[in-house]
C-alpha cells in the first residue's frame, strides 16, 4: 500500500545509506505483522501511528546518537 512505502521512505531517508535496505525490510515487515489479514487503509493508518513519527523511529534506528551540546 502506498502510504506504508512512503512511510518506509521517510524512516530510511534518515539512515545512512548502508542501513536503509535492511532496515527498509524490516520495517516492511514488521508492518505486515501488525495488519490483519484483510486490512483497510484505516488499518495501515492505524498502525502507522502506533509506530510514531518516521523521524522518531529512524533516531531509535541510528548507531549514535544526535544531539547538540
Known amino acids: ?3 506504508i512505502d512512503i512511510y518506509i521512505q ?5 539512515l ?3 542501513n ?4 527498509a525490510r ?7 505483522d501488525m495488519l490483519p489479514d484483510d486490512y483497510t ?3 495501515v493508518k492505524s498502525v502507522l ?3 510514531g513519527s518516521p523521524a522518531a523511529l529512524a533516531y531509535g534506528y ?6 547538540l551540546i
Do not use: G
Open 1 to 3: 500500500m502506498r502510504l
Open 10 to 14: 521517510e524512516v530510511t531517508r534518515r
Open 16 to 18: 545512512p545509506e548502508k
Open 20 to 23: 536503509r535496505e535492511d532496515i
Open 26 to 32: 524490516e520495517l516492511r515487515s514488521s508492518i505486515e
Open 41 to 43: 487503509e484505516d488499518d
Open 49 to 51: 501511528e502506533k509506530l
Open 62 to 67: 541510528r548507531d549514535k546518537p544526535m544531539y
